[in-house]
């Protein structure tokens, strides 16, 4: 075994130059040539010598590495590489004569391949003959007729005998039964053919002996020797002087492959000078390999040499044919044919993939290798010549690396959201006239990378929910759409931790982290606070995650859960209160008004007011919306003092709710008649009031009827309508409002276009008085005030509310709404 480098010689270089330019070169090609012998025949897995151990590698190198024999005819592949211990050992069991033939050099040349980094080594393996065939004759019977007078020393030329061995192993020599007329003369050498001549060493006597058997052995050189036998048969006749002659001694022709059977190769010819039967010429091959013989045959009366097999320039690229013309008598001479096989373009190129990586992620860089393929043609001259091509519209190139092997490369980088997959065609087309070409596709997979942040369907969300919910209710589902694949592209959902009114977001939704749907956690109120917004976010499960974020704003709408709520009159059993009517109040006076609010929204906070029982139906009405008490005709003196009216108050929701309160009218002009008030207030609250808050109710009433008729007077003065009186203790308190009431969107049940003037009465004393406040800032208009008149007779005791803060004058003793 040896290791050789190329060699370089050229001009006056120095034997140190050219090795450190061999040196150079082998570095930068990875070259490198090893040469091993072996024996054919050997059994499936001999050991030829250690591939490892001869470049300098350990078995495990070779292992990673992916080392591997190539050969441009991979179904010939006699030898391998075992990579456990680095050994190169057979294959296939090797036929030396099958594979070589009758040449002397039979040599297998193979390529050993390194990846990462992608190195090749030529391997040459020169296989040894053995002496497994043994000679043989073509004919076991040789027929000779020779003449009687035939002289002493006379020769007659033997057929060869063929040994598929060479060298040592073929014919090395013959031998001849002993006998009394012939001996043996051996011609040639061992390289070129050894032939035998029977050389007649006593006369022939025809009368003493008609026919001559004798037996020819041909041996080889080989151990142990082997041969074979012919029988030569001779019959003596009358003298034949005159051999067959070759119109020439070498026949020359050139066959193209693929040549139809039956084809013309060669027509060899050759004459006898004598008559008869010893000059008729029969021919017939003398000597010819055992693949040549499967594929020739020769006419033996024509001498027309035709295809009868296959002929395949890959396979043998010349051959050589003895041939053998014989006359009638036995007389023999022999001419070569030499046919050269020319090559014709019938074998299309053949890709092959040596290494893939699959699948390639998609953040590979521009230029990674993807595969290394090996392109072979079996045709010889521009017949082999490849060029390799690989489709457009790919982001793939092929790269050409050493000899005939190319690397599939990416020329662009790769998204899998795009296209998950390729299909790369790769062309390989040979020179030949016409061109052949095959194509090989290579499937190649994307795998993906997490690249892609989940995407919202919408950046705002908008959730409504009707108050008073059951908890779990579902309020909205938010979706999130992430392009890459499997656990890149599930998206889980959560709520960022945020605070609605000092309270965590936890508390009042939840998500589910699968399917994006959002809960209520409780049951929400709108009279509490009717809107808030939360962050979601969608998360992937990708390494690292990605996420994004998305605002869902949560609108509670209102239900009609509220009943209205009467702040004037006071409820029963609360404070009793009465409003005085004048006698002369006229059609259409103002006597008194319902104030009612709803905590609602909406049309569920519109109010109507309804009149469902009165003492004397057909005298009041109350307006519809407005809650105001209103004289229907005339009051006359034939109406009942006492007038009872029951007024429902009732929201406009589905369903509606309501609420009903007692409004309680003395028609009367002084409080002369308060007494009779008295005995009403007593019957219709049923009131267990003592004697002396009686009496004292009476005194304080008669103290006050002076101020009372003043008043009246001057209101009488300026011609303006009288209003209505009441008991003392109608002033509204302040907790008979809703703890939650506000105006709603200016539908609310308050308005700020309504003022009243307050006064004390004459059981102030005994009378929780309050002024009314709205709960908001905005149930009073933004030029009214509150003034404490300086200048009246009355003294501190009047207060005035007026939106212009002009001065009305007013009495004690009424509580008076007006329209400002």
């Given at each position: 075994?040896?290791?050789?480098?190329?060699?370089?010689?050229?001009?006056?270089?120095?034997c140190?130059?050219?090795?450190?330019?061999?040196?150079?070169?082998?570095?930068?090609?990875?070259?490198?040539?090893?040469?091993?012998?072996?024996?054919?025949?050997?059994?499936?897995?001999y050991?030829?010598?250690?591939?490892?151990?001869?470049?300098?590698?350990?078995?495990?190198?070779?292992?990673?590495?992916?080392?591997?024999?190539?050969?441009?005819?991979?179904?010939?592949?006699?030898?391998?590489?075992?990579?456990?211990g680095?050994?190169?050992?057979?294959?296939?069991?090797?036929?030396r004569?099958?594979?070589?033939?009758?040449?002397?050099?039979?040599?297998?040349?193979?390529?050993?391949?390194?990846?990462?980094?992608?190195?090749?080594?030529?391997?040459?393996?020169?296989?040894?003959?053995?002496?497994?065939?043994?000679?043989?004759?073509?004919?076991?019977?040789?027929?000779?007729e020779?003449?009687?007078?035939?002289?002493?020393?006379?020769?007659?030329?033997?057929?060869?005998?063929?040994?598929?061995?060479?060298?040592?192993?073929?014919?090395?020599?013959?031998?001849?039964?002993?006998?009394?007329?012939?001996?043996?003369?051996?011609?040639?050498?061992?390289?070129?053919?050894?032939?035998?001549?029977?050389?007649?060493?006593?006369?022939?006597?025809?009368?003493?002996?008609?026919?001559?058997?004798?037996?020819?052995?041909?041996?080889?050189?080989?151990?142990?020797?082997?041969?074979?036998?012919?029988?030569?048969?001779?019959?003596?006749?009358?003298?034949?002087?005159?051999?067959?002659?070759?119109?020439?001694?070498?026949?020359?022709?050139?066959?193209?492959?693929?040549?139809?059977?039956?084809?013309?190769?060669?027509?060899?010819?050759?004459?006898?000078?004598?008559?008869?039967?010893?000059?008729?010429?029969?021919?017939?091959?003398?000597?010819?390999?055992?693949?040549?013989?499967?594929?020739?045959?020769?006419?033996?009366?024509?001498?027309?040499?035709?295809?009868?097999?296959?002929?395949?320039?890959?396979?043998?690229?010349?051959?050589?044919?003895?041939?053998q013309?014989?006359?009638?008598?036995g007389?023999?001479?022999?001419?070569?044919?030499?046919?050269d096989?020319?090559?014709?373009?019938?074998?299309?190129p053949?890709?092959?993939?040596?290494?893939?990586?699959?699948?390639?992620?998609?953040?590979?860089?521009?230029?990674?290798?993807?595969?290394i393929?090996?392109?072979?043609?079996?045709?010889?001259?521009?017949?082999?010549?490849?060029?390799?091509?690989?489709?457009?519209h790919?982001?793939?190139?092929?790269?050409?690396?050493?000899?005939?092997?190319?690397?599939?490369?990416?020329?662009?980088?790769?998204?899998?959201?795009?296209?998950?997959?390729?299909n790369?065609?790769?062309?390989?087309?040979?020179?030949g006239?016409?061109?052949?070409?095959?194509?090989?596709?290579?499937?190649?997979?994307?795998?993906?990378?997490n690249?892609?942040?989940?995407?919202?369907?919408?950046?705002?969300?908008?959730?409504?929910?009707?108050?008073?919910?059951?908890?779990?209710?579902?309020i909205?589902?938010?979706?999130?759409?992430?392009p890459?694949?499997?656990?890149?592209?599930?998206?889980?959902?959560?709520?960022?931790?945020?605070?609605?009114n000092?309270?965590?977001?936890?508390?009042?939704?939840?998500?589910?982290?699968?399917?994006?749907?959002?809960?209520?956690?409780?049951?929400?109120?709108?009279?509490?606070?009717?809107?808030?917004?939360?962050?979601?976010?969608?998360?992937?499960?990708?390494?690292?995650?990605?996420?994004?974020?998305?605002?869902?704003?949560?609108?509670?709408?209102?239900?009609?859960?509220?009943?209205?709520?009467?702040?004037?009159?006071a409820?029963?059993?609360?404070?009793?209160?009465?409003?005085?009517?004048?006698?002369?109040?006229?059609?259409?006076?103002?006597?008194?008004?319902?104030?009612?609010?709803?905590?609602?929204?909406?049309q569920?906070?519109?109010?109507?007011?309804?009149?469902?029982?009165?003492?004397?139906?057909?005298?009041?009405?109350?307006?519809?919306?407005?809650?105001?008490?209103?004289?229907?005709?005339?009051?006359?003196?034939?109406?009942?003092?006492?007038?009872?009216?029951?007024?429902s108050?009732?929201?406009?929701?589905?369903?509606?709710?309501?609420?009903?309160?007692?409004?309680?009218?003395?028609?009367?002009?002084?409080?002369?008649?308060?007494?009779?008030?008295?005995?009403?207030?007593?019957?219709?609250?049923?009131?267990k009031?003592?004697?002396?808050?009686?009496?004292?109710?009476?005194?304080?009433?008669?103290?006050?009827?002076?101020?009372?008729?003043?008043?009246?007077?001057v209101?009488?003065?300026?011609?303006?309508?009288?209003?209505?009186?009441?008991?003392?203790?109608?002033?509204?308190?302040?907790?008979?409002?809703?703890?939650n009431?506000?105006?709603?969107?200016?539908?609310?049940?308050?308005?700020?276009?309504?003022?009243?003037?307050?006064?004390?009465t004459?059981?102030?004393?005994?009378?929780?008085?309050?002024?009314?406040?709205?709960?908001?800032?905005?149930?009073?208009?933004?030029?009214?005030?509150?003034?404490?008149?300086?200048?009246?007779?009355?003294?501190?005791?009047?207060?005035?509310?007026?939106?212009?803060?002009?001065?009305?004058?007013?009495?004690?003793?009424?509580?008076?709404?007006?329209?400002?």
């Open positions: 075994m040896r290791i050789n480098c190329a060699r370089i010689e050229y001009g006056a270089f120095s140190v130059s050219a090795m450190f330019f061999a040196l150079l070169l082998c570095l930068r090609t990875a070259c490198g040539d090893l040469s091993y012998t072996v024996e054919e025949e050997k059994k499936d897995r050991v030829i010598g250690n591939i490892a151990k001869d470049l300098g590698l350990t078995p495990q190198m070779l292992s990673t590495r992916k080392a591997r024999i190539d050969t441009e005819e991979s179904s010939k592949r006699y030898v391998d590489v075992d990579l456990r680095g050994d190169l050992v057979v294959a296939k069991t090797i036929d004569e099958k594979l070589c033939g009758s040449r002397l050099n039979c040599i297998l040349n193979y390529e050993l391949v390194l990846e990462n980094p992608l190195e090749m080594h030529r391997i040459s393996l020169k296989i040894e003959d053995v002496n497994d065939n043994a000679p043989k004759f073509l004919n076991d019977r040789i027929t000779f020779i003449r009687e007078s035939a002289i002493k020393g006379q020769r007659f030329r033997l057929d060869e005998a063929h040994d598929s061995d060479i060298g040592q192993n073929g014919v090395n020599d013959y031998s001849l039964e002993k006998n009394d007329h012939f001996i043996l003369s051996v011609q040639g050498s061992t390289e070129k053919g050894k032939y035998a001549e029977l050389v007649l060493d006593e006369e022939l006597d025809r009368e003493q002996q008609k026919e001559i058997d004798l037996i020819l052995t041909a041996v080889d050189g080989g151990n142990p020797q082997r041969s074979g036998t012919a029988t030569i048969h001779i019959t003596v006749l009358d003298a034949n002087d005159n051999v067959p002659v070759f119109s020439q001694s070498v026949y020359k022709v050139s066959l193209a492959e693929n040549a139809p059977l039956g084809a013309e190769v060669v027509t060899v010819s050759a004459t006898d000078a004598d008559e008869g039967a010893n000059g008729a010429v029969s021919y017939e091959c003398s000597r010819i390999a055992d693949n040549a013989a499967q594929l020739f045959t020769i006419d033996k009366v024509t001498g027309r040499i035709k295809v009868s097999g296959d002929i395949d320039y890959e396979e043998e690229k010349y051959y050589e044919i003895k041939v013309a014989k006359d009638g008598s007389l023999a001479s022999t001419a070569s044919v030499i046919i096989v020319t090559d014709v373009n019938d074998n299309a053949k890709i092959i993939l040596k290494s893939l990586t699959n699948p390639i992620p998609e953040n590979a860089v521009v230029g990674t290798e993807v595969a393929i090996n392109v072979q043609d079996k045709d010889s001259g521009d017949n082999r010549q490849i060029r390799c091509s690989i489709q457009q790919t982001p793939f190139q092929l790269k050409p690396s050493i000899k005939n092997y190319f690397s599939v490369v990416t020329t662009s980088s790769l998204d899998r959201e795009k296209e998950t997959d390729y790369i065609t790769i062309t390989a087309t040979d020179g006239s016409p061109p052949l070409s095959s194509f090989k596709t290579i499937h190649i997979f994307i795998s993906d990378v690249d892609n942040s989940p995407v919202f369907e919408e950046q705002q969300y908008s959730a409504y929910l009707t108050e008073n919910n059951k908890p779990g209710t579902s909205c589902c938010v979706t999130a759409r992430d890459d694949w499997r656990q890149n592209g599930t998206v889980l959902y959560s709520l960022v931790s945020s605070e609605v000092g309270v965590p977001v936890s508390s009042f939704l939840s998500i589910n982290a699968d399917t994006g749907v959002i809960h209520a956690v409780r049951s929400f109120d709108y009279e509490q606070f009717r809107n808030f917004k939360v962050q979601v976010v969608a998360r992937d499960n990708g390494s690292p995650p990605l996420s994004s974020n998305a605002t869902v704003s949560v609108f509670i709408t209102d239900e009609n859960d509220n009943s209205p709520q009467i702040l004037y009159p409820p029963e059993g609360k404070s009793l209160m009465t409003e005085m009517v004048p006698k002369a109040a006229l059609s259409g006076s103002l006597v008194s008004k319902v104030i009612a609010v709803d905590a609602d929204s909406g569920n906070a519109w109010l109507s007011y309804h009149i469902v029982k009165s003492t004397d139906p057909g005298l009041f009405s109350i307006g519809l919306h407005s809650g105001e008490i209103r004289a229907q005709r005339d009051i006359s003196e034939s109406d009942s003092m006492k007038q009872n009216l029951v007024i108050v009732k929201d406009n929701g589905q369903p509606p709710l309501s609420t009903s309160c007692s409004v309680y009218l003395l028609i009367s002009d002084n409080l002369a008649e308060v007494p009779e008030l008295k005995d009403m207030t007593y019957e219709e609250s049923s009131s009031l003592t004697s002396y808050l009686i009496i004292a109710l009476v005194s304080v009433s008669t103290f006050f009827l002076t101020f009372i008729i003043l008043i009246l007077a209101r009488f003065c300026r011609r303006r309508k009288p209003r209505l009186l009441f008991d003392g203790a109608v002033a509204i308190p302040s907790a008979y409002l809703p703890p009431y506000a105006e709603v969107e200016g539908a609310g049940t308050l308005r700020s276009s309504y003022n009243y003037d307050a006064y004390l004459t059981g102030s004393h005994t009378s929780d008085f309050k002024f009314i406040r709205s709960y908001t800032d905005n149930t009073l208009p933004a030029g009214g005030s509150l003034k404490l008149s300086q200048n009246d007779p009355f003294g501190p005791s009047e207060i005035m509310l007026n939106d212009n803060g002009d001065r009305d004058e007013v009495s004690r003793a009424l509580f008076i709404p007006y329209y400002s």
